[in-house]
């Protein structure tokens, strides 16, 4: 990091202190409170991390008012456009764009640990059949660590690689296994000479009985929604993952902890939410009823794939997503379809009103992503888990930039206290 150039000055009771502030190379000035407690005997308070930066980081930056996010540097319409998802996978864990020969060597070290060690296939009969997919997820992933030994020294550069690879690799396996686990179909093994994408459709959609065929368009869509979920800075199922390795954790047991995190419907659950939510509003005439809902301060429902913590405009992501909603639908030929039309007018709706402007709640990127997904046959079960498919990477990239950050401390946050102080315990029979 670099020297900086700039102080704040606080002042506590007439004293003051010099705060060093960080200029990043975008977005807003940081100021370093490392040394505060040491110096001035007092902690910051901020639970939801609204005004902290728990790190520094070169990979993705998100301008939030612009509605703008790149990375490293690459703005997410070109790379949705351009690119696919193993180069942007290369992008984010490298930090530059791949020359041809290198991206064939990646693609090729990623398409050969595809499969899982077979004896995990038990560990999938463990679970009940109708246990949602992330939840087998969760600890299929965890159990990782105990199947691949020979890359959980997180002091080993060559391990943390081969873990890196061997994650982004075997999560669509998982996945998919997880979904055919559910519905009662054999496993289907990964084709390597498929792309991700296409690969992951094959091993959720084919069956022994007969030749399944990827539809290159499905494939392309597929892999958009892989390549728009990648990363997302600081977000809480990342920050879950670091503060999970800064304890020097394995990276399986970080990974597992950040598909536990992404889970709930405030975060990768939103996807799945909201196609529930979609198909419980039913017809365009009954929004008007939820819309009220989502504002009465008495009701905790909440439109979900609305709103964004970093985002007070449109998530660039959803731009793409909606995109790429119409032409899925196109080619299935899906054109009175009940979800889409009451989710085209929900956003039109929402956008007009004037509570969703005042608080900048713009449609995020599982609003239209749920769409998608639905019309390529997927359950709204399988939502969550397609996310924790593509943000692997992202979790990864983060993980591997904090291991090798030599400042690298435990996570430990402070705490405003404010329960009982010290009191002398009471024997049962006097209390
Ligand atoms: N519907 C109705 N009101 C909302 C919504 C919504 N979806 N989102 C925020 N608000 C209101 C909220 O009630 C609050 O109002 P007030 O200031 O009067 O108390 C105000 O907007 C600010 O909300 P907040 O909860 O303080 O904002 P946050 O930054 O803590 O939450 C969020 C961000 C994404 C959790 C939230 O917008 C939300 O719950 N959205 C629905 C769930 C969703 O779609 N999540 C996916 C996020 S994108 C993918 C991902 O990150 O995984």
């Known amino acids: 990091m670099a020297e900086p150039t700039k102080t704040a000055t606080l002042t506590i009771d007439g004293k003051s202190y010099e705060l060093p502030v960080h200029s990043p190379t975008a977005g807003p000035d940081v100021i370093d409170i490392r040394k505060l407690y040491a110096e001035a005997g007092v902690f910051t308070y901020d639970p939801g991390f609204t005004s902290t930066a728990s790190c520094d980081s070169t990979i993705t930056y998100i301008d939030g008012d612009k509605g703008e996010l790149l990375h490293r540097g690459y703005p997410i319409g070109q790379l949705a456009e351009k690119s696919h998802y193993l180069e942007v996978c290369f992008v984010l864990l490298y930090g530059y764009l791949p020359k041809a ?32 997919p992330m939840a087998t997820m969760v600890g299929v992933v965890g159990a990782m660590s105990a199947f ?18 061997r994650l982004i690799a075997k999560m669509p396996t998982i996945a998919a296994m997880a ?38 368009v499905l494939a392309r869509a597929m892999d958009r929604i892989f390549t728009l979920h990648a990363d997302h800075e600081q977000n809480a199922s990342t920050s879950t993952v670091r503060l999970a390795s800064s304890s020097g954790a394995n990276p399986f047991a970080c990974i597992a ?59 660039p992501r959803a731009t793409v997503m909606k995109q790429s909603a119409d032409e ?19 956003e039109k709706i929402a956008l007009e009103d004037s509570y969703f402007i005042e608080k900048k709640l713009y449609p995020n990127v599982d609003f239209y992503s749920g769409i998608i997904l639905d019309a390529m046959g997927f359950p709204t079960s399988m939502f969550t888990p397609i996310f924790a498919v593509a943000r692997t990477v992202g979790w990864i990239s983060q ?20 329960g009982e102080t010290a009191r002398d315990y009471v024997e049962i029979e006097n209390r």
Not at 148 to 165: F, G, K, L, W
Not at 268 to 285: F, H, K, P, S, Y
Not at 400 to 405: I, N, R, S, T, V
Request: include cysteine; charge should be negative.
């Open 101 to 132: 020969d290198e991206l064939e060597k990646f693609e090729r070290l990623l398409t050969r640990h595809t499969m899982i060690h077979e004896q995990m296939h038990n560990f999938f009969r463990g679970f009940r059949r109708d246990a949602h």
């Open 328 to 346: 899925v639908l196109d080619l299935l030929g899906i054109h009175d379809n009940p979800t889409l039309q009451v989710a085209k007018e929900l």
């Open 148 to 165: 691949y030994h020979d890359s959980t020294d997180i002091n080993d550069e060559n391990q943390r690689e081969i873990a890196s690879h």
């Open 179 to 216: 979904y055919k686990y559910s519905i009662g179909q054999p496993f289907v093994y990964p084709r390597n000479d498929l792309s991700f994408a296409a690969n992951f459709l094959h091993m959720c959609f084919a069956v022994p009985a007969e030749e399944y065929h990827v539809d290159p």
């Open 257 to 315: 902890a950040g598909i536990a995190c992404l889970w709930g419907p405030a975060h990768g659950g939103a996807n799945q939410a909201c196609l529930e939510m979609l198909r419980e509003i039913g017809t365009v005439d009954r929004i008007p009823e939820f819309i009220a809902r989502a504002k009465d301060k008495n009701d905790p429902f909440r439109l979900m794939g609305f709103g964004h913590r970093v985002y007070k405009n449109f998530d």
């Open 399 to 418: 993980w591997k930039e904090q291991l090798a950050d030599p400042q690298l401390k435990i996570g430990r946050p402070r705490q405003l206290y404010l």
